[in-house]
């Protein structure tokens, strides 16, 4: 593998992984413009694959690993009492570790089962391009109704929105809006669709806050991609994996990095500020592939 | 019905298809990698994984009803 090719796969896929803008569409209309197809699809990709997952999931659980221990305390006790009263679960950790785990499992499930078929039918990058524009039309379209909704909270503060009060917390999620959320993460898996976007925006019009919903989906992200990563992790072993497994090794701690880095800005930008502008930019950056690919088709460009 | 009647016919359904996609011989559908007559022991660690969550579930309605 080539170790520059490495390094900025290891970059994308840390970056775009948190970022609502489709990591996956991106390691398939960046290859396609840059002519890197045949990395993609050469059996050492599998082992660079799995350790960026690895090196991502890693970065998540760094970040997050209060939250995560607070959850899995939570979780215990609320598992051993069998009940989500104020004296087992004071602070509402029991109930967040249920809903992630709720919300995990339509993407585990749909993943399992129609993983391979999903990403073969859509790894095509002029696919891609277009879920991608899509994508940038969810984000937006969910920003917008979610400054509506809240503006019209505002009006009228005696009436209760349809979908319940907009800004709301973790604790306040409901299990069938977390089961909700976790359908909307199994869209992701067609490539172009942005995993973090579309939980974010489920969760927005479900009447969490940005932040909240941010927060949720960087937790759903843990398990669902640190699974992926480790169910794969057996077919390391095999011999014709090992020469480069060193440089796959290298490119997950890359992207782990990046994943870390991302996180912790995605985390304070949310405190205050919008999605609109990962919608612009999934708009405009998959239309730009979309010409790019419809001029290729046609033999106009290279 | 009750939820925790549900909980519980859904832990007994996925524990079946966890048995199903461990054995070899039939045909498993929704299975990519070997052959589809071979076990699957990633779908059957799944199904037993969400059997669990269903009895786990069932148990909170049964105690939220009391």
């Known amino acids: 593998m080539n170790p520059i090719h490495v390094l900025l796969l290891a970059l994308l896929q840390g970056v775009t992984e948190l970022f609502p803008v489709s990591s996956l569409g991106h390691t398939v209309i960046i290859p396609g413009i840059l002519g890197w197809n045949e990395t993609l699809h050469s059996d050492a990709f599998l082992p660079l694959l799995v350790t960026l997952h690895l090196g991502t999931s890693v970065a998540l659980l760094t970040f997050f690993w209060r939250d995560w221990l607070l959850l899995l305390r939570g979780g215990m006790r609320t598992l051993i009492a069998g009940r989500f009263t104020p004296e087992v679960d004071p602070e509402g950790y029991g109930r967040q570790f249920a809903l ?164 912790r800005f995605l985390m304070k930008y949310f405190e205050s500020n919008r999605l609109d502008p990962f919608a612009y930019y999934c708009v405009i950056a998959g239309t730009l592939a979309f010409i790019y690919f419809a001029l290729q088709s046609f033999n106009i460009v290279p | 019905m009750k939820a925790w009647i549900v909980g519980g016919v859904l832990a007994v359904v996925c524990l079946l298809l966890a048995v199903f996609y461990a054995i070899p011989g039939p045909y498993h559908p929704f299975t990519f990698s070997g052959t589809p007559t071979g076990h699957h022991y990633t779908h059957a660690l799944v199904f037993v994984a969400l059997a669990v969550v269903c009895v786990v579930g069932a148990r909170f309605a049964a105690n939220a009803r009391r």
């Open chain 1, 100 to 263: 992630v785990v709720v919300g995990t499992i339509p993407a585990g499930l749909i993943g399992l089962l129609f993983q391979h078929p999903l990403e073969k039918f859509f790894s095509i990058p002029i696919l891609a391009a277009a879920f991608l524009v899509l994508n940038g039309a969810v984000l937006l379209a969910g920003e917008l109704l979610w400054r509506r909704q809240r503006s019209k909270e505002k009006m009228i503060a005696a009436q209760a929105p349809m979908f319940g009060s907009v800004g709301r917390s973790l604790n306040e999620m409901t299990f069938l809006q977390a089961a909700l959320i976790g359908c909307a993460q199994s869209a992701a898996l067609i490539p172009g669709f942005s995993r973090s976007g579309l939980t974010m925006v489920t969760g927005m019009a479900n009447g969490l806050s940005h932040e909240a919903s941010a927060r949720f989906s960087f937790l759903l992200a843990t398990p669902i991609i640190l699974l992926a990563a480790i169910v794969e992790v057996p077919k390391l072993m095999g011999a014709q994996y090992r020469a480069d497994l060193p440089i796959a090794v290298g490119g997950g701690v890359v992207a782990g990095v990046a994943a870390y880095l991302s996180v």
